[in-house]
Each structure stands twice: as structure tokens, then as C-alpha cells.
Antibody
Framework: QVQLQESGPGLVKPSQTLSLTCTVS??????????WSWIRQHPGKGLEWIGY???????YYNPSLKSRVTISLDTSKNQFSLKLSSVTAADTAVYYC??????WGQGTLVTVSS | EIVLTQSPGTLSLSPGERATLSCRAS???????LAWYQQKPGQAPRLLVY???SRATGIPDRFTGSGSGTDFTLTISRLEPEDFAVYYC?????????FGPGTKVDIK
């Protein structure tokens, strides 16, 4: 079955760009009908949807983050990625990737600190 | 943006009891695209129900989703020890997709 795994730096300095990759196994990222999402969860808090990219390329971002977010696909590697620019401590969270609404990756903690 | 409100915030029950969790949307959820997730500490959310009432693969039949429009309910018929967790609803019918704040089901 399809599995997703997030990867990337666990520590990012303030004002820099957070970059994460989600590697998809057990299925093609190019297969139709799915969108590929990023969601985050601040420590001890609820879930916040960041955005998604359709298999065909169109994206949609949470308006609250839109000016700082880019989600892209790399079909050759069966991966999709998240870039969040100008990060602050408020961006410290566990970041999850997901295919549509299921399945999700296990999540990766990103801490923003100098 | 559709705002989801979950109630109660915390539900204290004993194993074997019935749990009823509510999720209310600020406007109608398109196509009833409403999902329920269970999350345990240190784990990713697990999909329980999608499309308001369809049980996800491998989910026990003690979990039942119901409702439409703006009012949705997740019912756990008889709580098992492993069901004590936080439950989130999510609407995915209109972008931006949004989550409710969660209901914690803890042991009384």
C-alpha cells in the first residue's frame, strides 16, 4: 500500500527557508485523482492544513501562509516538497505529508531556533 | 473559510461506555466531505471516517460517522482501552481545508 515519509532538517534558523521532502512509495505520485498535502501541528496543539498540489500540478495554499509557501512535485523521484520562507519560532511544529486525506506520513519535527 | 467547532472539548468516560462527538461547520460542507481522525500521543492522525459516514479500511465497526450539511457526529459504541485519544474532524470539500480543534476522550 502507499506509504509516505517526510525528510529534511530538524532545525532551521529564524528568517531562513524551511525545506521538507515527502517520499512516496507503493504508488505513483503521478496517478490521477489525488492531491498531495502538507499539514502541520504546533507542539501540543491542533492540526493546520498548509496546502496541496494536484498530481497535474495546480496548487492551493492556506491563505494565512500563502505568501511564504511553495509546494512542488518531482515525478522523477516520486516525491513532493514543501518550502516555507522567512520562518520564525511560530513555525516550530511537526510537519506531516499526506495523499489527499489518507494515508499520512509519520511526521517530522522542525524547530526554528538560532 | 469554513470554521469547524467540536464539542465537547474533553469527554471523560469509562471503557464500555458510548462516546458521542460533535463537529459543527460554519457553513455547509460541500459534498459532505467531512473526515474524522484519531490521534494518539507521538503518532500521526489515523483516518477513521470519510465522506461523513464511510468507515476507512480496517476501522472497527464500533466507530460510526453520521450527519450532513453543517452537523456531524462520530459515535464510538463501546469504548475500548485503545480508543482513548484525541479526535479531529476535517472538512475537505472547500479550500482552504480546515480542521476542528479536537475532542479529547479520556478515561474517567
Amino acid at each position: 500500500q502507499v506509504q509516505l515519509q517526510e525528510s529534511g532538517p530538524g532545525l532551521v534558523k529564524p528568517s531562513q527557508t524551511l525545506s521538507l521532502t515527502c517520499t512516496v512509495s507503493g504508488g505513483s505520485i503521478s496517478s490521477g485523482g489525488y492531491y498531495w498535502s502538507w499539514i502541520r501541528q504546533h507542539p501540543g496543539k491542533g492540526l493546520e492544513w498548509i496546502g496541496y498540489i494536484y498530481y497535474s500540478g495546480p496548487t492551493y495554499y492556506n491563505p494565512s501562509l500563502k505568501s511564504r509557501v511553495t509546494i512542488s512535485l518531482d515525478t522523477s523521484k516520486n516525491q513532493f516538497s514543501l518550502k516555507l520562507s522567512s520562518v520564525t519560532a511560530a513555525d516550530t511544529a511537526v510537519y506531516y505529508c499526506a495523499r489527499s486525506i489518507d494515508p499520512w506520513g509519520q511526521g517530522t519535527l522542525v524547530t526554528v531556533s538560532s | 473559510e469554513i470554521v469547524l467547532t467540536q464539542s465537547p472539548g474533553t469527554l471523560s468516560l469509562s471503557p464500555g461506555e458510548r462516546a458521542t462527538l460533535s463537529c459543527r461547520a460554519s457553513q455547509s460542507v460541500k459534498y459532505n466531505f467531512l473526515a474524522w481522525y484519531q490521534q494518539k500521543p507521538g503518532q500521526a492522525p489515523r483516518l477513521l471516517v470519510y465522506g461523513a459516514s464511510s468507515r476507512a479500511t480496517g476501522i472497527p465497526d464500533r466507530f460510526t460517522g453520521s450527519g450532513s450539511g453543517t452537523d456531524f457526529t462520530l459515535t464510538i459504541s463501546r469504548l475500548e482501552p485503545e480508543d482513548f485519544a484525541v479526535y479531529y474532524c476535517q472538512q475537505y470539500g472547500s479550500s482552504p481545508f480546515t480542521f476542528g480543534p479536537g475532542t479529547k476522550v479520556d478515561i474517567k
